[in-house]
């Protein structure tokens, strides 16, 4: 269960310092946080 969260919030530093895996993950990312 642990990995799971450390997944999560490696997915969200990595999505702050890189916008362009935001396109490579696609729908998947834009479930956890869409942008208004």
Known sequence: ME???SI???ASMVRTYSP???IFLGS???R???PS
Do not use: H
Request: aromatic share 6%; charged share 5%.
């Open 3 to 5: 990995i799971l969260s």
């Open 8 to 10: 999560v919030t490696l």
């Open 20 to 22: 362009t895996l935001d």
């Open 28 to 30: 998947g990312n834009l």
């Open 32 to 34: 956890f946080s869409q």
